[in-house]
């Protein structure tokens, strides 16, 4: 961080700058984590009317501090009481810009970028936490059957250029593309910490799960700081949660509506976890009369569609990260299987309507006194 950069930030703690109010406060809780996820949030008044569910939890006041990395924004957001602890936050996201230079495939001197020069040359030194982060990606990679793959760049960068060349690309083209990807290709060795690959034009990118990894890093400093409750995002799609806020057991979040983004169609209550959405109702693009997602399948090349939005909640960010990709590509089966195999992992996959305009969400895994509804939005009864 440069100086000028540094001094900004101690201004704006400091309260010397026109951001230094941090959001203080008189809004609650789950609609200022709500916006967080989606700025036209909609407060779902009719959430929690199942039957069975308590009612629906209710935020207090709040602070956040937040920073700008990996092209999205994170944020810190506390309890109130928390001023003096500024400090820390600050640190925490402070360590997203590092680890954005770790693992960024956009700057030539990050260390991922130095690995996929030089790893088809034999193996490459790998520091520890991302070496970790490696073997994790390798394992998600196998519960899921390969719907979450970290080596689908050369896939999304074939996709972007013809998208923005007013085409898509050919089966050859995708085929060409295909010889280079698949986890296969890489080699790790945790002995020694080392990775490489066995042909050139294979590459590791971590889209699908840095994000979730930052939070997952930041989290534990602040944990090691005593930091108690708060909650943090990135880009608005990953979150992690710790402690507990207006004394509910939890943080209330929302999950929102893919049709209709300015609504909510209800709230989780998340107990130390982190939670992951992934959907194409806001990225995609037009060809010939037929709409193409942004989210592709590693095994096919070729974008998926058909299901609206899927939200995962996992013990670590950077699996519920990672998981929300793979169950939006692989869809109820791979998701039920992941929900029964993996230790406290939950999903709620919203399909398509195929009438009218409320949506009939697929739970798994995510018990029901922590989740709550909106039945204007959701057919509740088909809400498993």
Not at 150 to 161: E, H, K, N, Q
Request: net charge negative; proline share 4%.
């Amino acid at each position: 961080m440069s100086d000028r950069e540094s001094s900004s930030r101690r201004e704006f703690l400091a309260g010397k700058s026109l951001r230094s109010e941090v959001e203080d406060a008189s809004r609650a809780a789950g609609d200022a984590l709500l916006g967080a996820l989606n700025d036209r949030a909609d407060a779902g008044r009719n959430a929690g009317e199942r039957a069975g569910q308590g009612t629906q939890p209710e935020g207090g006041e709040t602070l956040r501090l937040e920073t700008r990395a990996m092209a999205c924004e994170f944020s810190v957001i506390m309890n109130p009481g928390e001023h003096q602890r500024m400090w820390v936050a600050s640190d925490a996201l402070e360590l997203v810009h590092r680890l954005e230079q770790q693992m960024t495939v956009y700057r030539d001197d990050s260390e991922l970028s130095q690995i996929n020069r030089q790893a088809p040359a034999g193996p490459v030194s790998v520091e520890p936490g991302l070496f970790a982060l490696l073997l994790a990606c390798r394992e998600l990679v196998a519960s899921t059957d390969g719907t979450f793959d970290p080596t689908s760049g050369p896939l999304i960068a074939l996709w972007r250029r013809c998208r923005d060349a007013g085409r898509i690309p050919t089966q050859e083209e995708i085929d060409e593309c295909r010889l280079v990807t698949g986890i296969e290709h890489v080699s790790l060795d945790d002995e020694v910490l080392t990775v490489s690959y066995d042909r050139a034009g294979v590459e590791l990118n971590l889209g699908g799960i840095g994000k979730g990894y930052a939070l997952d890093c930041c989290a534990r400093q602040l944990v090691k700081q005593r930091f108690d409750g708060f909650v943090m995002h990135g880009g608005r799609s990953s979150l992690l949660a710790r402690g507990d806020h207006n004394g509910q057991g939890g943080w209330p979040v929302g999950i929102g509506n893919p049709l209709f983004t300015d609504k909510r169609l209800g709230t989780i209550l998340l107990r130390d976890q982190a939670m992951s959405t992934s959907g194409s109702n806001i990225q995609y693009f037009r060809h010939e009369g037929r709409r193409y997602g942004h989210i592709l399948d590693p095994r096919t090349g070729w974008p998926v569609d058909g299901t609206l939005s899927v939200t995962v909640v996992a013990p670590s960010a950077a699996v519920a990260d990672a998981l929300s990709t793979a169950f939006f590509v692989g869809g109820v089966e791979i998701a039920r299987r992941c929900c029964d195999n993996l230790a406290h992992v939950g999903a709620v996959l919203i399909p398509r309507p195929e009438r009218g305009r409320r949506v009939r969400p697929v739970v798994m895994g995510i018990p029901d006194d922590q989740i709550f509804w909106d039945s204007e939005q959701v057919e509740l009864s088909s809400a498993q």
